[in-house]
């Protein structure tokens, strides 16, 4: 069966403490998130799904049509399809109302499952730059609609590839644990 978009991996759960890199794309590609009122009402039903289904966002970026998150399981019931469809959910019903008639998202959702620390490493350094490579800003940090829940942008653009490696080499699967000190907030 063909889909419209990419299906969840079917021998993964989607269950657990596990790390995943998450594309939601808007309706049309309708360059909505463009303004700091649509991008934090937004934000507040993604933290609100996020809340309820013990998840965490380690990095996130609004793009104007598209929004990039990198989320991690904070328990053994973290279910990531709950997560993404309440998100998309909640934040779909409060811009409808916002904007009568409007649709927020295209259906589906791009995931990734994040394998280890590197790839980890690598997605929260491509939602970070992914206004510069867009041509919207010429620095991460002056890009006003990406951030943390956890984390400053400052700490994440500080950490290194080879020195997170090194240092948690004996680490397995997704690097969430929050007793580890690598991923402590600094916020």
Not at 92 to 120: C, E, F, M, S
Not at 154 to 175: I, M, T
Request: charged fraction near 20%; include cysteine; aromatic fraction near 12%.
């Amino acid at each position: 069966m063909a889909h419209a978009y990419t299906p969840y991996c079917p021998t993964f759960s989607y269950l657990g403490r596990h790390c995943y890199f998450l594309t939601f794309v808007t309706h049309d590609r309708r360059r909505v998130f463009t303004s700091a009122d649509v991008v934090e009402l937004v934000w507040a039903q993604i933290l609100r799904a996020a809340e309820k289904h013990s998840f965490s966002v380690i990095a996130y970026c609004f793009m104007p049509d598209h929004l990039h998150l990198v989320v991690e399981g904070l328990s053994d019931d973290s279910n990531l399809k709950s997560f993404a469809k309440l998100a998309k959910q909640h934040a779909g019903y409060y811009y409808a109302r916002a904007h009568p008639g409007a649709k927020l998202w295209q259906h589906g959702t791009n995931d990734h499952i994040i394998r280890d620390h590197v790839d980890l490493l690598d997605r929260v350094r491509y939602v970070l730059n992914n206004p510069v490579a867009a041509g919207l800003k010429p620095r991460p940090e002056d890009y006003p609609f990406q951030g943390s829940q956890r984390f400053s942008i400052r700490a994440l653009n500080a950490w290194r590839p080879d020195e997170f490696h090194r240092k948690h080499q004996e680490a397995s699967g997704c690097p969430n644990d929050a007793s580890q000190p690598w991923l402590k907030s600094e916020r």
